[in-house]
């Protein structure tokens, strides 16, 4: 497709388009007519954006009214499933949060872009449904939290194994003291990179095919050659970009061990990664193998580990009387006894979600917390920049929960926020 449209030709359309307001305004939190939905965004439309787009097409309470992403396979791809026209389709995500009938935006560019899109998205009135990890860096995502508390917008994060019964009941189970006292966790994630393509890594430059904005790809990330396996979803292999399966799969799984262990509201104080190995050469440079050691104030132990037993992929809880594990739809216990359990007046439930995106719908119109918000998100991602921090200095560090810093390291300090260019400084 074209980007040839002019933004004032944009401009025309959309002045002339029919007000649709959204069911907030219009006060309906059940059925909605057509003219009462709420208009979503989709910035970012690779593997992830359009898993989310296809959700929010099947809310009947959503509209989804413009496409945006720097590929322009991508957005024709997205335009066609969301039946739209090229006159909804940008290239810049900026015309995109211009546009005053758009209430919302769903936001799965790569994690070098989402602090950049959210903190303008919250300042332009829009909510948000982002992906994980909810910043690039602890203090972007800090920047995050502070627009979407300024502006008073809903924000849900990525992080969907809050909106699974079987993650739920895990916790709960932990939480009510049905394994004993609470003594370690273990997060298991992968520990080869799964790079799609066929890349090595080690292919040379090459020209950028016409249908890339490759320049606003990079955005604030430092410039660089393009190579076909730099982009999309081998991004999150490169450190500069991501360190990999750290905050990829472990941005899921710590959120879990966060939830279970009654933590959302703080971060462990020590970390320390070790059994640290990257790829000697190439362009996937983020740690590969690792075990990386946490520890809360309280003497809670938490460790993240990559390994190849994908059985072992996802949250176990290890308490004094017995452990549980969960991952999407699957729970385990060390007894069935501990699986039999049912829930006693008195013990502490956990919010129910039952549909991750058709619960941040839900808060859009209720202008209530989501499943996964801004602040809670935020923790999780936190834990995981952590174990990249301590992997890239290859030593332990101390942290301090409430300040978001190091206690006495200059150099871990350097790295609460990831390098930007000047263009895209926030």
Same mark, same amino acid.
């Given at each position: 497709m074209s980007d040839s449209h002019s933004f004032s030709r944009r401009q025309f359309l959309k002045s002339a388009a029919p007000l649709i307001l959204p069911a907030a305004v219009l006060g309906r939190a059940g059925a909605v007519s057509p003219n009462s939905k709420i208009r979503l965004a989709?910035?970012?439309?690779?593997?992830?954006?359009?898993?989310?787009?296809?959700?929010?097409?099947?809310?009947?309470?959503?509209?989804?009214?413009?496409?945006?992403?720097?590929?322009?396979?991508h957005r024709e791809r997205a335009m066609n499933l969301a039946k739209l026209t090229p006159a909804d389709c940008y290239n810049d995500y900026r015309e995109v949060l211009a546009r005053k009938d758009v209430d919302a935006v769903m936001n799965a560019t790569p994690d070098h872009w989402h602090a950049n899109v959210a903190i303008e998205a919250a300042k332009a009135g829009k909510d948000l449904f982002s992906e994980k990890p909810l910043g690039a860096s602890i203090a972007e995502g800090r920047a995050i939290c502070r627009a979407v508390s300024e502006n008073k917008r809903v924000l849900q994060c990525g992080t969907w194994r809050r909106s699974g019964l079987k993650v739920r009941m895990a916790c709960e189970l932990v939480r009510n003291g049905y394994i004993g006292e609470l003594k370690e966790i273990q997060v298991g994630v992968p520990g080869t990179f799964a790079i799609r393509g066929g890349y090595t890594g080690l292919e040379g430059p090459q020209e950028v095919p016409p249908h890339l904005d490759y320049a606003m790809w990079l955005g604030s990330a430092p410039e660089r050659p393009y190579t076909e396996g730099r982009c999309h979803f081998n991004f999150r292999w490169i450190d500069e970009y991501a360190p990999g399966y750290i905050t990829d799969w472990g941005a899921h799984f710590v959120d879990v061990a966060q939830w279970g262990a009654g933590m959302d509201d703080t971060t462990p104080t020590e970390v320390e990664a070790i059994e640290v190995k990257r790829r000697a050469q190439g362009l996937y440079d983020a740690p590969e193998e690792y075990r990386i050691e946490?520890?809360?104030?309280? $003497?809670?132990?938490?460790?993240?580990?990559? *390994?190849?037993? =994908?059985?072992?992929?996802?949250?176990?809880? +290890?308490?004094?009387? $017995?452990?549980?594990?969960?991952?999407?739809? *699957?729970?385990? =216990?060390?007894?069935?006894?501990?699986?039999? +359990?049912?829930?006693?007046?008195?013990?502490?439930?956990?919010?129910?979600?039952?549909?991750?995106?058709?619960?941040?719908?839900?808060a859009m119109i209720s202008r209530e917390r989501t499943a996964a918000p801004a602040e809670i998100a935020q923790r999780a991602a936190t834990i995981c920049h952590l174990g990249a921090i301590s992997a890239k200095l290859q030593k332990g560090l101390k942290f301090d929960p409430k300040a978001e810093t190091f206690v006495g390291d200059d150099a871990a300090n350097a790295l609460l926020m990831r390098p930007m260019r000047d263009a895209w400084k926030i």
């Open positions: 989709c910035i970012g439309v690779g593997g992830q954006g359009t898993t989310n787009l296809k959700a929010f097409l099947a809310d009947e309470r959503v509209q989804v009214v413009a496409i945006c992403d720097v590929d322009g396979k946490y520890r809360y104030a309280n $003497g809670l132990k938490l460790s993240m580990f990559s *390994t190849k037993d =994908a059985a072992t992929y996802g949250t176990k809880f +290890i308490g004094s009387d $017995g452990w549980v594990f969960t991952e999407a739809e *699957t729970l385990k =216990a060390s007894s069935l006894d501990i699986l039999r +359990i049912k829930m006693k007046e008195g013990d502490t439930r956990l919010y129910v979600s039952k549909h991750h995106h058709r619960n941040f719908i839900d």
